[in-house]
């Protein structure tokens, strides 16, 4: 009698839930349940987040590039994420010329500390102008043959284009009169934007 009791329980139990199955689903009962809709949520945050990577490839030091600085006899390298900026309507002391930029701030603790680069590429022809500065163990190495500008040391630059990216190069020597050769490479160019109107 006893189990009869037990095996009746058991019955009145399930029928409920096999009832459930033959039934369409409830809207508001799956409104309430997690079950359903808990999938939308990361993966909407995860669609905007992406989104929001993309959308933002031009921001400042958000460029991978690689250096490579031989400066006095000495080989210094460097690679991570810096700025290259690139945009043909420029002008240096009221000339109008193509504008090349490089920088990067590397880490502290790293043998080369600071880098600066510009390459200014006159529109009327004649050879590239750059202002160079590199920060070395505690030293700055410049160049700067901008005319017009304060002229330091001396030396040659150009850029040879590749893709969306491009290698900026400077041969040369610095004002303190250590012997300067420079390869920037840069993954893509963004446009700079300017400042102080």
Request: glycine share 14%.
């Amino acid at each position: 009698m006893q189990r009869l009791l037990l095996l009746a329980a058991a019955l009145s139990a399930t029928l409920p839930a096999t009832a459930c199955r033959d039934n369409p689903p409830n809207p508001a009962a799956g409104a309430g349940s997690g079950s359903g809709d808990a999938p939308a949520v990361p993966d909407n945050t995860a669609a905007v987040s992406a989104a929001r990577s993309e959308a933002s490839p031009g921001e400042r030091g958000a460029t991978p590039l690689e250096i490579t600085a031989e400066v006095g006899g000495k080989t210094y390298r460097a690679s991570g994420l810096g700025e290259c900026q690139h945009t043909t309507e420029a002008s240096i002391y009221q000339v109008p010329a193509a504008l090349w930029v490089a920088r990067y701030n590397p880490e502290d603790g790293a043998d080369l500390e600071d880098f600066n680069l510009t390459i200014w590429e006159p529109k009327a022809g004649g050879p590239a102008q750059i202002n160079l500065s590199i920060g070395i163990e505690g030293n700055a190495h410049r160049i700067a043959t901008v005319k017009g500008g304060e002229l330091e040391g001396k030396g040659t630059g150009a850029v040879q284009r590749s893709g969306e990216g491009g290698t900026l190069t400077v041969r040369g020597e610095s004002g303190e009169g250590a012997p300067v050769r420079v390869s920037v490479s840069c993954s893509a160019f963004t446009v700079p934007i300017a400042e102080g109107g």
